[in-house]
């Protein structure tokens, strides 16, 4: 006996089923993006989709509700065939209390027109850290690295223990090598740090950064990434605010780590005297040059 279909089954499964037709040879009917395997029974003891038997018939209610989710989440998170994901690597480069934070971005091969966009980078630097804006300055000049620090004033001399974090924008460079890669550098400093009582190191942290991207055209990857929309000068060169899209990226590295040599708090009675001996007898040999080599008119 053959019975028909339930009514319960939805009506937007009928449509799927209606428009994508059953495939042939292979026995499956895909739903668009979404592909999933539709079963293919035998045409003995029903046929199709017009007549079902009850047990099989709530399976494909079963079946239907479970895909038609599958394809709104898809449609929710916006990432499909034509999403590429953007990369960032960050990474410290050379030694000492004197280093370069280097920055790549690649932006995905579905950006074909890469050249059209611009990569804005914002740093929230930490207190162990700190960049030289006359540094910068020369640099921008240079034509070698564009950044700008967004406080005023930024103290050279404090330790790491009376400093304040600040952010610093950096304007990435196309690559030569890559057509859809930005590239940039920043000059960072380690501060002094309060001395220890037992650990001769300290580490400071460098978060991953905030990247904005703006194009001139309409890319659907940025579409698919994009979280929001800020105001930023438009490059240091022209320092009137531009519209830029916040977007998400992954991180090849999640956060940068840096080793800063300390002082132990055991060797500060040693430390203070050797300094004021070394200060006393610099000072005895430039008054005894000043004497020597000076002619004094009264």
Not at 157 to 184: G, I, R, W
Not at 267 to 292: D, E, N, P, W, Y
């Amino acid at each position: 006996m053959r019975t028909r279909l339930p009514p319960a089954i939805p009506l937007a499964l009928r449509e799927f089923t209606k428009e994508n037709g059953q495939g042939s040879g292979g026995g499956e009917t895909t739903f668009g993006a979404c592909a999933h395997p539709l079963p293919f029974f035998p045409s003995s003891g029903f046929s199709g989709f017009g007549i079902l038997a009850p047990p099989v018939g709530a399976w494909l209610l079963l079946w239907g509700a479970t895909v038609l989710l599958r394809c709104a989440a898809v449609n929710h998170s916006g990432r499909n065939t034509n999403c590429s994901e953007i990369i960032l690597l960050q990474e410290i480069v050379k030694d000492g209390f004197h280093r370069d934070l280097l920055i790549k971005v690649k932006l995905g091969t579905s950006i074909e027109n890469s050249p059209t966009c611009s990569v804005l980078i914002k740093h929230h630097l930490p207190t162990g850290l700190y960049v030289d804006p006359y540094e910068l300055a020369s640099l921008q000049e240079h034509n070698v690295t564009e950044a700008m620090i967004i406080q005023n004033t930024v103290d050279l001399e404090a330790p790491e223990y009376l400093s304040k974090e600040f952010d610093v924008f950096v304007y990435a460079k196309s690559d030569s090598q890559c057509s859809e890669c930005f590239k940039t550098f920043l000059p960072v400093h380690c501060r002094y740090h309060q001395p220890e009582e037992k650990e001769q190191r300290a580490f400071v942290m460098v978060k991953n950064p905030e990247l904005f991207v703006r194009c001139y055209n309409d890319f659907p990857s940025l579409n698919c990434w994009k979280q929001s929309d800020v105001e930023a000068p438009c490059s240091m060169k022209n320092k009137h605010l531009c519209k830029w899209s916040s977007v998400k990226y992954q991180s090849v590295n999640q956060n940068v780590i840096l080793q800063v040599p300390v002082g132990l708090k055991v060797h500060h009675f040693l430390v203070c005297v050797v300094t004021m001996l070394v200060t006393i007898l610099c000072s005895g040999l430039i008054f005894r040059a000043v004497l020597k080599h000076s002619h004094f008119s009264l």
